[in-house]
Structure formats: C-alpha cells, structure tokens
C-alpha cells in the first residue's frame, strides 16, 4: 500500500512543519485588536468596528432616501399645494 519512502517523505514534513510551529513568530490567527488579551483593546476594536458598520449602514439608508425624495418631491409638491389651497380661508 504505501512504500517505505512515502512513510519516509510523511515524517520528514512532519517534522518541518513541527519546527515551522515551533518558531516564536509563527501565529495561527492574525494580530488584530480584536483578538488582544487587554480588554480595553478589545472593547475599541469592537466599538470602532460597530462604528463603522453603523456609519456604512447609514449612508446606504440616506441615499436611499434622498433618491426616493428627489423622485417623489415634485409630485408630493404639487399634492400638497393643491390640498393649501382648496383649504377654506377664515
């Protein structure tokens, strides 16, 4: 089934990357301040993330509105004005 030099080549990888592992600078997980042991560092990463997020959500939501308020607001001009000016004066 497997040869004596697959077994061969298998040991010596494992081994490679047992030494890569143990290298002080190798990390499995990136540096993010999210990931920090200091909580405060945690806590700024959330809310900045949480900020940016709201502020994406935001802009997205405004310029929604602003298209639906250009494309409607002559025609709710005109609704309106006719609706002042059958009021009845007193």
């Given at each position: 089934m497997y040869?004596?030099?697959d077994i061969a080549n298998l040991v010596a990888r494992v081994?490679?990357?047992e030494q890569q592992a143990s290298l002080p600078g190798h990390r499995s997980l990136p540096d993010l301040g999210i990931l920090?042991?200091?909580f405060l560092t945690r806590a700024f990463s959330?809310?900045?993330?949480?900020f940016v997020a709201q502020l994406l959500i935001g802009i997205v939501i405004?310029?929604?509105t602003i298209a639906l308020g250009l494309?409607?607001?002559a025609s709710f001009t005109d609704?309106?004005?006719?609706?002042v000016n059958n009021l009845p004066m007193s």
């Open positions: 040869t004596d030099q081994q490679q990357l920090s042991r200091n959330v809310w900045g993330l949480y405004t310029c929604v494309a409607l607001g609704v309106l004005n006719r609706i």
